[in-house]
C-alpha cells in the first residue's frame, strides 16, 4: 500500500468550487496537497509554508506540520498514515474502484448522527460532499449555546437532578 492507494487524483478538481462553502474557515492562499479517499484534505499555506489538515467529517481545519519537509517525515509515520488517511474507517472499502470526482463518506455525519462503527462508507461526488459538509460546518459554528443555568459556575456540567 502507498499514498496513492490512499488518496484520489485531485489535480483535475476544481479547488474554487471545492473550498467556496468552507471560506469561512479557511484562510486565503491555500493550495492542495492531496485530498484521502475519505474526503480530507492536505493544504499549502502558500504563504507560510505550513501544511494544513481540513477533516470535513469534523469540520476543523488543524495545522500539520510547519513545512513541507516535516510533512514528508510526517507521511513516513505509520500511525499518523492510519490516524489521517482514515485507515480503520476505509480499510473495508481499499481495494473498491474509485470513479474520478468521488470520495467515500458516511451518509450520515457523526455530528447528525451516523457512526464509523455502524453506517458503511458510500462513493458520493467529491464537490456535493464539500459543499454539503462546508455548509453544515459553517451553520453549526454560528450557534450560540447557552450555558445551563443549573450549571455549577465551575464546572463545565450541569448538576444531575
Given at each position: ?5 490512499l ?12 473550498t467556496r ?7 486565503a492562499?491555500l493550495?492542495?496537497?492531496m485530498?484521502?479517499r ?12 505550513r501544511?494544513?489538515f481540513?477533516d470535513a467529517?469534523d469540520?476543523e481545519?488543524e ?5 513541507f519537509?516535516?510533512?514528508?517525515a510526517?507521511l513516513?509515520d ?7 488517511f ?5 480499510a ?5 474502484p474509485?470513479?474520478e470526482?468521488?470520495v467515500f463518506a458516511?451518509a450520515?455525519?457523526?455530528v447528525l448522527g451516523g457512526s464509523?462503527?455502524?453506517d458503511?462508507l458510500?462513493l ?7 459543499d454539503?459538509?462546508?455548509?453544515l ?7 450560540d449555546i447557552?450555558?445551563?443555568s443549573d450549571?455549577d459556575p465551575g464546572?463545565?456540567t450541569?448538576?444531575?437532578t
Amino acid at each position: 500500500m502507498n499514498l496513492n492507494d490512499l488518496t484520489i487524483r485531485s489535480e483535475n478538481l476544481d479547488t474554487e468550487r471545492l473550498t467556496r462553502n468552507w471560506r469561512w474557515l479557511l484562510p486565503a492562499g491555500l493550495e492542495f496537497l492531496m485530498i484521502t479517499r475519505c474526503a480530507d484534505a492536505f493544504l499549502l499555506d502558500s504563504g507560510s509554508g505550513r501544511v494544513l489538515f481540513l477533516d470535513a467529517q469534523d469540520g476543523e481545519l488543524e495545522l500539520i506540520a510547519d513545512d513541507f519537509n516535516q510533512f514528508k517525515a510526517l507521511l513516513g509515520d505509520p500511525d499518523f498514515v492510519t490516524d489521517y488517511f482514515s485507515l480503520g474507517l476505509l480499510a473495508p472499502a481499499l481495494d473498491d474502484p474509485m470513479p474520478e470526482g468521488a470520495v467515500f463518506a458516511l451518509a450520515t455525519p457523526p455530528v447528525l448522527g451516523g457512526s464509523p462503527e455502524t453506517d458503511p462508507l458510500e462513493l458520493v461526488d467529491i464537490y456535493e460532499y464539500f459543499d454539503r459538509m462546508g455548509t453544515l460546518w459553517q451553520q453549526l459554528s454560528q450557534i450560540d449555546i447557552e450555558p445551563d443555568s443549573d450549571a455549577d459556575p465551575g464546572s463545565d456540567t450541569a448538576e444531575p437532578t
